[in-house]
Each structure stands twice: as structure tokens, then as C-alpha cells.
């Protein structure tokens, strides 16, 4: 239906049979953008506004979210110096997906079909900017990978966090050093590895205007963060059908 998440195609035919779909609709939101763009600050003040106006919310990081994606994420994120031979690209970006496909499986899905809004730090379209737009990988293959491993999950709204590299780093820089996690993997490209993410970014925002909404994360937080929240209630109550007004009158 128009308007609606795109449901689970893979798994709505009854194709695996892990996830039993009700009639619910809940609405998938992912917050996306380079590193030091303000995602996760974004996505705790979206949280906390659902929370206020008593709708049910769920947060996920990506990747995380549940005991085996978390695992992954150790993997991916932290690799201490002379731990063995570097990730091959590929290898990352199927990591990335085993992640995202449990944590869908376990996580999201049965959320989305109790009719809850879930948040996402990062989703499918982390995949192709960083794996695709930033390391080169073919990007129509990353778009079955993410489609496998999401069962064609799509977010109803993505917020678009637009940041120039030189200011996300300078961000993680500041970033309350006393609990600073140590620089991860991709924390520590070069300049010119986030330039290409966040072109990439950008040309999906033009591409999907209806889904990805770019926000200009240099602005003020509290700009930002009042855009934002514009966007994710017309969202909700887009794919509730009017079910979840979050504060708008019905
Ligand atoms: N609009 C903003 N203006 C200035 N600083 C911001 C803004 N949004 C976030 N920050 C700060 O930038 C830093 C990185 O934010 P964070 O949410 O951790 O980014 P991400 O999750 O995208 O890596 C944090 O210290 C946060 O307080
Ligand atoms: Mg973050």
C-alpha cells in the first residue's frame, strides 16, 4: 500500500516462516550519515519525543542489536594491531548484512508487526554508501545482499544526516574523550573514503526524495532535531494510517 514500509516479501510468501506478520503496521525509521554527523544524539532526542507522546518505540543500533549481531560488530568494528590480515571488503560487507538479518529476524520485524515504530542507527543504506560509495563494491549486488538479508524491508523514512568530512571527524575529536570508545576501523579512513560516502548519500537523497529526507547537520542541534521530527510524524502517520498521530491532530 502506498505509504506503508514495504513489508517482508521474503518471508510474507512464507518462504522461511520465521516471522509471524500480523496486520499491524508499525513504521521503520532509519537515521543515516557519516561518522560524527549526529546520528546517535538525533535518534535518542526522536526516541525520547516518541516516548513523551506514548507511542511505542524501539531503538537498534547497526551494527548490534541482538547476541550474535553484537558479536559481529566486534569483528567489524575493533581490530587490535597485529590481529591478522585485514578484512577483504567483501567479507566486511557480508558481515554487515549477517548483522542486519538477524538483527531484522529477531529484532525488527516482530516490532514492526506490534505496530511500533522502530529507530535505526544505520540501515541497509549504510551498506551501499560505505561499502559501495566509500570501498567501490558493485552496488546492485549490495542491493540483493541488503534485500536478502532484510527480506525487502524498507524504511518508511530516512533522515539524511549531511555533514563535510573535516567536520564529523572534528566532532569524534571532541566527542566526550573520558568515555571515548578507541578509534574504529572506519573512524580511521582518510578524508577522501567519508568525501565518497557522503556524495554517495546525496545521490540517493536526490534519487529517493520521497523516502530520504537530507537534514544539514551543521545547523544547531535543536534545528536539526525539530526538522527531523517534523518529518518522522508525517511518517508515522503516513504508514499507521493516521493510527499514530504523535501529537498532530487527527
Ligand atoms: N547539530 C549538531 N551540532 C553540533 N554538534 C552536534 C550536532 N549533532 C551532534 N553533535 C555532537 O557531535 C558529536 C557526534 O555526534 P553522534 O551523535 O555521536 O554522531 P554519530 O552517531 O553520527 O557518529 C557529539 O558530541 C554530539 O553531541
Ligand atoms: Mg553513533
Redesign the pocket.
Known amino acids: 500500500m502506498a505509504g506503508h514500509c514495504r513489508r517482508f516479501p521474503g518471508y510474507a510468501a512464507g518462504g522461511q516462516g520465521v516471522i509471524g506478520i500480523s496486520e499491524k503496521q508499525g513504521c521503520l525509521i532509519s537515521v543515516e550519515?557519516?561518522?560524527?554527523?549526529?546520528?546517535?544524539?538525533?535518534v535518542g532526542i526522536i526516541a525520547e519525543k516518541l516516548k513523551e507522546e506514548g507511542v511505542p518505540a524501539r531503538v537498534v543500533r547497526e551494527p548490534g542489536g541482538t547476541l550474535l549481531s553484537e558479536k559481529i560488530r566486534a569483528l567489524l568494528l575493533h581490530k587490535e594491531p597485529g590481529e591478522g590480515p585485514e578484512l577483504a571488503y567483501t567479507a566486511e560487507a557480508l558481515l554487515y548484512a549477517a548483522a542486519r538479518a538477524q538483527l531484522v529476524a529477531e529484532v525488527i520485524a516482530p516490532a514492526l508487526s506490534r505496530g511500533e515504530v522502530v529507530l535505526c542507527?544505520r540501515f541497509t543504506d549504510s551498506t551501499l554508501a560505505y561499502q559501495g560509495g566509500g570501498r567501490g563494491l558493485n552496488i546492485e549486488l549490495l542491493r540483493a545482499v541488503n534485500s536478502l538479508a532484510t527480506g525487502g524491508l524498507t524504511p518508511c523514512l530516512t533522515l539524511l544526516?549531511d555533514l563535510a568530512p573535516a567536520a564529523?571527524r572534528m566532532?569524534?575529536k571532541?566527542?566526550?574523550q573520558e568515555n571515548r570508545a578507541p578509534a574504529d576501523r572506519l573512524e580511521t579512513e582518510s578524508e577522501l573514503f567519508y568525501t565518497r560516502v557522503r556524495q554517495f548519500y546525496l545521490e540517493l537523497a536526490a534519487k529517493e526524495p520521497q523516502r530520504v529526507v537530507r537534514l544539514d547537520?551543521?545547523?544547531?542541534?535543536e534545528e536539526?532535531a525539530e526538522k527531523a521530527w517534523a518529518a518522522v510524524k508525517k511518517a508515522c502517520q503516513r504508514a499507521s494510517g493516521g493510527k499514530i498521530t504523535c501529537g498532530l491532530a487527527e
Open positions: 550519515g557519516i561518522d560524527g554527523a549526529g546520528k546517535t544524539t538525533l542507527d544526516l564529523g566532532r569524534l571532541s566527542r566526550g547537520a551543521e545547523r544547531p542541534l536539526v
